[in-house]
């Protein structure tokens, strides 16, 4: 029987920003190239690449519809217009600063409870469908590309981030509640500190809030992300890095404040955090005749020769720091603490 799909209003973009920023100079993959032998080599030297250059890229083509997209935001929207203590008692998990909102999404295989808000658990099934469709449209392809980058068997990478197997990904609805011109300015230009993703790949989807930031590997310099229309952002992750002895590297962002066009409106994200399984080994990837030609053979954890995190364990070490409450800025004991053995964390200003 059909199950008739509740009504859901839609959420109104505002419009791009007018300002001239620095915006950094990503690269697209094409996804409608993916499927061949030679669509995949061609995307295979693009991505390493982006993934080595600059950690974060865009993804067009990728078979989900601009359309399914809005009805994620909108979702959004409502859980955000859900009345306070309602989400108070669902408890979820606070980010970065106060006006930080987050609802987390966990994996649908059965290893997680789904007791949601309303405003989430009356759209559930489409919210399954859609993350799901996340694996099986970008994350599979992208394993699969760089699996061929790397010199790996293609299924290399999706083998070890299986659906159905238990992993801590999240699909995340999140709001950066607005302050005022003056509260921003006594923000020092940032509503969330440099950090690095735990896990695989984060996805982003396009947020017309200017307000990402992105720290070259090279220089430091800090430029903006570009909303693009009909993409995902992507950036590459802490796990990535580990598997792969910092060839890939985990890429330094943050949130600024919005450019001045933009500061009146809440800024609205939809996120997709993948992570390995649980129970895969943070080692380096020995099969790959790439890393071992070009050296990357050895990282931090089996370099200082402490054990191996699982990234159950790892997720677990990153997050307990991440959520340590009123930490006070500057403080070093936190901002540059030991989370495992053989591993310090860093905040970025
Ligand atoms: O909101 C964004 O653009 C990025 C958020 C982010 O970096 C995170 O949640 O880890
Ligand atoms: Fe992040």
Request: negative net charge; aromatic residues 10%.
């Amino acid at each position: 029987m059909p199950v008739p799909v509740p009504e859901l209003g839609s959420y109104n973009f505002v419009q791009e920003t007018k300002e001239d920023l620095p915006w950094a100079d990503l690269i697209t993959l094409d996804f409608s190239l993916y499927g061949t032998p030679e669509g995949n080599q061609q995307l295979a030297k693009t991505l390493i690449k982006a993934v080595r250059e600059d950690g974060f890229f865009y993804v067009k083509n990728f078979n989900i519809s601009q359309e399914r997209v809005n009805r994620q935001f909108a979702i959004g929207k409502q859980l955000y217009e859900t009345p306070l203590e309602e989400k108070l008692n669902l408890d979820p998990v606070s980010g970065l600063r106060d006006r930080v909102e987050v609802y987390n999404i966990p994996k649908f295989n059965g290893d997680f409870k789904h007791e949601h808000p309303e405003a989430a658990q009356q759209h559930l099934p489409e919210i399954e469908e859609f993350a799901r469709s996340l694996h099986t449209e970008v994350l599979d392809p992208l394993h699969t590309i760089l699996a061929i980058a790397l010199g790996l068997p293609e299924d290399y990478l999706k083998n070890i981030h299986k659906y159905e197997v238990k992993s801590e990904d999240h699909l995340r609805y999140m709001k950066y509640g607005k302050f005022s011109p003056e509260e921003n300015q006594k923000l020092n230009g940032l509503w969330g500190r440099g950090h690095t993703d735990l896990g695989t790949f984060t996805l982003l989807f396009r947020q017309p809030v200017a307000a990402l930031q992105i720290r070259n590997h090279t220089t430091g310099e800090w430029s903006w992300v570009k909303p693009q229309d009909g993409t995902l952002t992507v950036n590459t992750c802490d796990a990535l890095s580990f598997l792969t002895a910092g060839y890939v590297k985990s890429t330094v962002h943050r949130v600024a404040v919005p450019p001045k066009d933009q500061q009146h409106v809440d800024r609205l994200g939809l996120l997709y955090f993948s992570r390995p399984n649980n129970d895969v080994e943070l080692k380096t990837i020995k099969e790959s005749p790439v890393l071992r030609e070009q050296g990357f053979v050895e990282n931090e954890f089996e370099k200082s020769g402490n054990p191996v995190p699982t990234m159950e364990t790892w997720t677990f070490a990153k997050q307990k720091w991440q959520r340590t409450k009123n930490v006070a800025r500057g403080d070093k004991k936190f901002e540059n603490a030991q989370i495992l053995p053989g591993w310090n964390e860093k905040v970025y200003a």
